[in-house]
T-cell receptor, first 113, second 114 residues
Framework: KAGVTQTPRYLIKTRGQQVTLSCSPI?????VSWYQQTPGQGLQFLFE???????NKGNFPGRFSGRQFSNSRSEMNVSTLELGDSALYLC????????????FGSGTQLSVL | AQTVTQSQPEMSVQEAETVTLSCTYD???????LFWYKQPPSRQMILVIR??????QNATENRFSVNFQKAAKSFSLKISDSQLGDAAMYFC???????????FGTGTSLTVIP
């Protein structure tokens, strides 16, 4: 069974641009969540999608948005990039998203210059 | 607010020895789940062990075991017979029983010395 796939692995953008990150969950998993990982803050929850609906959202500005498609694949978008958005963005999937273990992808390393 | 604290930014252990990583958390919930995840240089987070708060018995997975003290809100990870492949960043995580939002600590970097 294929694991969680995130694309691209690396991304370099400049301030003010926007970016879209993609995540394909494990087949059969309907919950996809996103986390931002930075050296100082650790992992912080962005949002979780289940059956194409955002079910939970972390404390991030509206520039961070996401969506989930009918095949459970998810995208995360960040508009008007800031230097502080440089981070590793991790996607995780689980069957139903309730107290289950998460399966993580290898992340997308975003650098904002 | 739920918070997870890992007070040891770095730890080291000799190969074949035992090491304990500390984690404390703060919550007003009575039903929740606790996890330890490992992040090797490949960056992919891997589940090490999971504990259900309503279970008194400490979880064990091969060389990995936890010491779960619910009243003290403490959840430490013990790694026995440490191996070189155990070298990684270890994250403690908390998840309430009401959703799939995980709260992570800032991590402990474990070095295994040959």
């Amino acid at each position: 069974k294929a694991g969680v796939t995130q694309t691209p692995r690396y991304l370099i953008k400049t301030r003010g641009q926007q970016v879209t990150l993609s995540c394909s969950p494990i087949s059969g998993h309907r919950s996809v969540s996103w986390y931002q990982q930075t050296p100082g803050q650790g992992l912080q929850f962005l949002f979780e999608y289940f059956s194409e609906t955002q079910r939970n959202k972390g404390n991030f500005p509206g520039r961070f948005s996401g969506r989930q498609f009918s095949n459970s694949r998810s995208e995360m978008n960040v508009s008007t990039l800031e230097l502080g958005d440089s981070a590793l963005y991790l996607c995780a999937s689980s069957l139903n998203g309730r107290d289950e273990k998460l399966f993580f992808g290898s992340g997308t390393q975003l650098s904002v210059l | 607010a739920q918070t997870v604290t890992q007070s040891q930014p770095e730890m080291s252990v000799q190969e074949a020895e035992t090491v304990t990583l500390s984690c404390t958390y703060d919550t007003s919930e009575s039903d929740y789940y606790l996890f330890w995840y490992k992040q090797p240089p490949s960056r992919q987070m891997i589940l090490v062990i999971r504990q259900e708060a309503y279970k008194q018995q400490n979880a064990t997975e091969n060389r990995f075991s936890v010491n779960f003290q619910k009243a003290a809100k403490s959840f430490s990870l013990k790694i026995s017979d440490s191996q070189l492949g155990d070298a990684a960043m270890y994250f403690c995580a908390y998840s309430p029983n009401t959703g799939n939002q995980f709260y992570f600590g800032t991590g402990t970097s474990l070095t295994v010395i040959p």
